[in-house]
């Protein structure tokens, strides 16, 4: 019999035992600490949290030492806990203008206020692979950062250069909702997209970001500016009556400012995309920032004519979690459905035999054919099934 | 008592892009079985007002009232079904979108430019023209076989093609089977834009040949836009000129064509002749 | 700082949630085999691996309850010990392989050969819950066309097979029309269960983690499955009996038995092959273990 699906829970045991030792090495080497993989390991950790929609360092840590490195298993274990979580309510909206930047470039000019700040970066190292990682100084900053440092869209956003955050006058923050633990359905609202793509496929989001610079959906991006940095995280605790710090997350954040529009009765402005991400993860946040503004194509009347414009192909096909899951399964026992298709695809052959046994030569009737087409009719429909049957 | 009500009355009716009119102040009368030609250059509205008439496009002043034979009382439902019965005609704005679809399914065809747009072009021709009556319930594939055979018989499609996708068809042949398609379920009105202007002149001459002959013994009523004064001439029974949104003459075909009292009509029938 | 504490809730799913689910459950049996959406919650398995099931399962499961969980119609494929197992471990739930002891029978592509009674809940692992998405893929227009009851569609996709190979060529996850109403995918069950969703005493809950949707089809419930007059639905049959239990009438599996192609037909239902061959004959149950 079909041993290998059909062996049942020893054989199960036996896979998650040498699993376990696989991921286990050499035992004379010590196994990692997730504090090590915490600190050492940030990049790697923020994407585990990202995908995985948790904030906690230790928790992203200890999923990918025990997925033995695989990503998306790690996000998979993270997602698992994360559901199981009660939820005590929601914190206020995070104030990215006033966090102190660690790190902050913008593409569109060439001084703003508070200044470029280079900060922890990949940028301009040279992909010369090390034998040996060194851990320079870092020299302490001369004064700390007492400049604020208004976001370049605000900037923009005075003369109307640029669309606003939010409209004008008596306007009120709708409730985002939670795509976690609310039904959504298409078409979504921007905030539950961003929700989507926050936590979407790094890779997934990257290559339709990409595809959008390509002409697939071109919206003319310039980074306005990234952020890197921590910002303090406050929860309106509806006991105490007022806000209290309950911690802080560092986060990613892209303005992008892209192709303007205008109309008869509006003076053309930038428009912008948002990108915004835990940890350490510029890539994703403008990948997610290209794919946001390619989205709201519909608020701007723009033509749908490519995958990042489309919300159902993207938002649908955006998470991973979903996407390895569904991917996999197919190593799962199909053979039911299997073999409904092998009795149909038999009787068909026989059918198609007898038929060919039966045929007497048709004569050529391809005389109303289309010849600049150049095709030609189907092998089926000359000797068509249906008349043995009406 | 019935043949004294139009089928299609229109009265003022305007469709917007932004805050300009795409086709404004249009008014027309649509007798049962007449052939109505709406006739301009491109970008004179013409293509707008059928949009907005099939209710594709919103009609942002006026109104579009439509004589419904078969919206029977159990279809329409609900409050205000007798005030609207009240009045033999039917104000098209007080449909909700499932009463539109029906009118789609049971009184409308829409026979586009370009028959990609009004065929699956990977679904048999069979399918394709089966397809309404699907729609409409038919549940016997025999039955909806022959009546898909017999309308592609009678728009000239050889019999031993009806299992191949219009993919493979020429552009006069995929044009026939989406008239076919428009035309299975018996509907009252069909509106036709541009139906032979995709298509080679000779090809376009039999088509249009077709469709009046099928118009006629349909008695259907037609309302169909096209640039091709030729077109309007050998098809249609009166004629709508159309320049920059709105209607700048009206009248029966042959006096339009013949004698055209707007100077932009005489214009347009002379540029004709030249050309 | 500490290291983390993990902790999960007793039944793994939280009691809020359970709610949220038993709520689009209720929808589901006011509207027969409608997609109701849910927030489909992540679970300790990969999504298409039934997360959708193991939540309805997980919702409607109680101390009193015995759970069977089959995949290909067999209790002991790797998925379905996989999710006995787990319930065991969160729930504290009793199983079995028993059809007729079972409370709940959760299931992946089989509907048991054992008729269900009254009483008795199936519940589907469900991946594609749309049955008119290989024909539209988008969401927006299929919850348009079940809302306007606009199938004409769907019998295209029958109309064209009929044409093309001379009868209806879909062998699981066939079509049924609920009460009447909407269309809906069974999930891929094979075409010979289909019958066995009509008025069956049980209640059958649909549940799809990864898209999200839950479905049911209440007790008594008529289910068609879609056909044209002249070419009705025709569930698959098989011309052999089980060559372990001689059952005739029941789903086969095709076992490839030599490396010359030569195979043996055996019951897709492990329970009820084995009760079936254990009723018969003695030495011969004892000779092939299954």
Known sequence: MYVAVKGGEKAIANAHALLAKRGRGGADAPRIDYVQMRDQMGVLVARVMAEGSLYDPDLAAKALLQAQGDVLEAVTLLRSYRTTLPRFGVTIAVDTAGLPSERRVS????????????????????????????????????????????????????????????????????????????????????????????????????????????????????????RVGEVEVEFDAPEIGYAVPIGRIELTECQMVNQFVGSADQAPQFTRGYGLVFGRAERKAMSMSLVDRALRREEFDERAVSPAQDEEFVIAHSDNVQAAGFVEHLKLPHYVDFQAELGLIRKLRREFQERQAAAVPSPASSNDRDSSTGYSSNSNSNSNPIEEHV | MKNETPLLSVTGAGHRYGDRFGCRDVSFDLWPGEVLAVVGESGSGKSTLLGMLSQRLTLDEGTIRYRTARLSDADLGGAGEDERMAEDLLDLSTLSEREVRRLWRTDWGFVHQNAADGLRMHVSAGGNVGEPLMANGWRHYGKIRAEAEEWLRRVEIPADRID??????????????????????????????????????????????????????????????????????????????????????????DRVLDDPQAAYTQLLVSSILQG | ????????????????????????????????????????????????????????????????????????????????????????KVAGARSTTRTDEATIIQTRHRIPETPLAEKQILVY??????????????????????????????????????ARYGHIAKTYDYPVLVNGRYVMAPSPIPSFDNPKMHQSPALQLFGAGREKRIYVIPPFTDVESLGFEDFPFEPQRFDQPCEICGSVGVYLDEVIIDDRGNAMFVCSDTDHCERTATASVRDETTEVSA
């Open chain 3, 1 to 88: 700082m500490s290291a983390p504490h993990i902790v999960y809730n007793e039944g793994y799913l939280d009691e809020q949630t359970k709610r949220v689910i038993r709520r689009a459950l209720l929808k589901g049996v006011a509207i027969p085999g409608f997609q109701v959406p849910f927030a489909s919650r992540e679970v300790p398995m990969p999504r298409g691996w039934g997360t959708g099931g193991v939540q309805v399962t997980a919702a409607v499961i109680g101390a009193s309850d015995t759970l069977k969980v089959i995949d290909q119609g067999a209790d002991d494929t790797t998925n379905a010990v996989s999710i006995r197992a787990f319930f065991e």
């Open chain 2, 164 to 253: 191949e996708a219009p993919a493979t068809y020429s552009g006069g042949m995929r044009q026939r089977v989406q008239i076919a398609r428009n035309l299975v379920f018996g509907p009252r009105l069909v509106f036709m834009d541009e139906p032979t202007s995709s298509l080679d002149v000779s090809v376009q001459a039999r088509l249009l040949d077709l469709i009046r002959s099928l118009v006629a013994e349909l008695g259907l009523a037609v309302v169909v836009v096209t640039h091709d004064l030729a077109v309007a001439r050998l098809i249609s029974h009166r004629t709508l000129v159309m320049k920059d949104g709105v209607v700048i003459e009206s009248g029966l075909t």
């Open chain 1, 107 to 226: 593409a569109t000019f060439k001084d703003i206020p508070g200044g470029q700040q280079l900060g922890a970066t990949f940028d301009y190292t040279h992909r010369l692979l090390a034998e040996e990682l060194e851990t320079p100084e870092v020299p302490t900053p001369d004064a700390p950062e007492a400049e604020p440092m208004p976001r370049v869209t605000d900037l923009l956003g005075v003369d109307g250069l640029i669309e606003r955050d939010r409209p004008a006058e008596g306007w009120t923050d709708p409730d985002p909702g939670d795509l976690t633990r609310e039904p959504t359905v298409f078409p979504m609202s921007r905030a539950e997209r961003l929700q989507a793509l926050s936590r979407g496929d790094e890779g997934f989001l990257l290559s339709l970001g990409y595809s959008t610079q390509r002409g697939f959906g071109n919206t003319h991006p310039f980074v306005g500016e990234v």
């Open chain 3, 125 to 162: 692992q469900v991946p594609i819950p749309e049955p008119l998405r290989f024909l539209e893929p988008r969401e927006t227009e299929t919850r348009r066309l079940h809302a306007l009851e606009e199938y004409g569609l769907m019998y295209v996709k029958l109309y064209e097979d009929i």
